[in-house]
């Protein structure tokens, strides 16, 4: 079984400057995929960036970064030059192959994060 | 390109009420998954489907929920009879088969049961 855990309930950020959300998870998998969704106050889930277990640079998407720890098990988000349209709530998720043959591709998410950035 | 699709966006209904909820995923995409989200428990999976099939349905809550995909670009989310606790937002999600491929949510129904 997955498990992903987010410590921090709320972060608060002024605009312009960079700010890490804290990701841990625990897997007996080898091969599994770690995803960062936002979800703004208007309710959607949206697909940040992706770090793959096998990949060896973190993962890089416009003002996100992915910090890929894997010996710690950690992946943090790493958002540069924060902006106010980045307050949001922050979710962090991982995909692992299993042992049920592949067939079961569960989304195991965190609790989230909710960021604040301040003018 | 369109991104997945729901309907409808919000539904209040009265409790004791059949509910259906739709879901269009991405062209292509061959997995399919139900979620809902509340304060209290966060995102839960309730049903996901791979080519049509449902694989995992453990996440449903009661036999009130039932979900079908009778083809590759159309699914439903039914509850009957609704109750007040079934309030929440319900996703539909798609991708690509694989462990390492990424889902894509839809905007999601805000169902209220009064």
């Known amino acids: 079984a997955q498990k992903i855990t987010q410590t921090q309930p709320g972060m608060f950020v002024q605009e312009k400057e960079a700010v890490t959300l804290d990701c841990t998870y625990d897997?007996?998998?080898?091969?599994?995929?770690l995803f960062w969704y936002k979800q703004p106050s208007s309710g959607e889930m949206i697909f940040l960036i992706y770090?793959?277990?096998?990949?060896?640079q973190n993962a890089t998407e416009g003002r996100y970064s992915l910090n890929f720890q894997k010996a710690r098990k950690s992946a943090n988000l790493v958002i540069s030059a924060s902006q106010l349209g980045d307050s949001a709530m922050y979710f962090c998720?991982?995909?692992?192959?299993?042992?049920?043959?592949?067939?079961?591709?569960?989304?195991?998410f965190g609790k989230g994060t909710l960021l604040t950035v301040n003018p | 390109d369109a991104g997945v699709i729901q309907s409808p966006r919000h539904e209040v209904t009265e409790m004791g009420q059949e509910v259906t909820l739709r879901c269009k995923p991405i062209?292509?995409?061959?997995?399919l998954f139900w979620y809902r989200q509340t304060m209290m428990r966060g995102l839960e999976l309730l049903i996901y489907?791979?080519?049509?099939?449902?694989?995992?349905d453990s996440g449903m809550p009661e036999d009130r929920f039932s979900a079908k995909m009778p083809n590759a670009s159309f699914s439903t989310l039914k509850i009957q009879p609704s109750e007040p606790r079934d309030s929440a937002v319900y996703f539909c999600?798609?991708?690509?088969?694989?462990?390492?491929?990424?889902?894509?949510f839809g905007p999601g129904t805000r169902l209220t049961v009064l």
């Open positions: 999600a798609s991708s690509l088969y694989g462990w390492n491929n990424e889902q894509f």
């Open positions: 897997t007996s998998d080898q091969s599994y995929g």
């Open positions: 770090q793959g277990s096998y990949d060896e």
């Open positions: 998720a991982m995909r692992a192959e299993g042992s049920s043959g592949g067939s079961n591709y569960k989304l195991t």
């Open positions: 062209s292509g995409h061959n997995s």
């Open positions: 489907f791979n080519n049509n099939v449902p694989i995992d």
